[in-house]
């Protein structure tokens, strides 16, 4: 195995790109859609159970509380206990890792809400309000998973303007 000299890689992490978000919220849509018209997926399992949207919920406010905290102690806010450096890093990937879940479970509900909605049927008309909660949740994952991976940055430091390296 050689090593191009010329190829540099960066081991950072990058913050989560929109546009990753929303393609990954229309693939799920796009599946849902075509699992949903294709088959009679829907009416083996209907009704839609409210677990979805309640887990999402929790996890929304659980990110929501992470990043208000995590926010907070990397600022050095008085009060505040120290933050760890491998805490951070955990809430980092926690939080790029929700905001792909929270996408992909917007981009189903919406595509199955969408369904849902065009469907004729007593049956689909009783699952609207499971799907839209389901929606809306996964979009409050999204917004405090993105909230807690901005809390994550360090902040800039004017004491290391001087500095080349941007360390002390």
Not at 75 to 87: C, D, E, I, N, T
């Amino acid at each position: 195995m050689s090593v191009n000299p010329e190829r540099q890689t960066d081991p950072s992490l990058r913050p989560t790109s929109v546009s990753t978000l929303v393609v990954a919220a229309l693939a799920a849509a796009a599946t849902a859609w075509l699992l949903i018209s294709t088959s009679d997926l829907f009416y083996r399992i209907s009704p839609l159970p409210w677990t979805g949207a309640g887990v999402l919920a929790v996890l929304a406010i659980a990110e929501a509380y992470l990043a208000q905290n995590t926010s907070a102690r990397i600022q050095r806010k008085p009060g505040s206990l120290p933050v760890h450096a491998l805490s951070v890093a955990r809430f980092a990937a926690l939080a790029k890792a929700s905001s792909l879940v929270g996408a992909l479970s917007s981009g189903f509900s919406a595509g199955l809400l969408l369904w849902l909605v065009m469907e004729p049927t007593d049956e689909a008309g009783s699952s609207v309000p499971v799907a839209a909660t389901t929606l809306v949740t996964a979009v409050a994952l999204i917004a405090a998973a993105l909230w807690l991976e901005r809390s994550c940055r360090v902040p800039d430091n004017p004491e290391n303007e001087g500095d080349e390296t941007g360390r002390r």
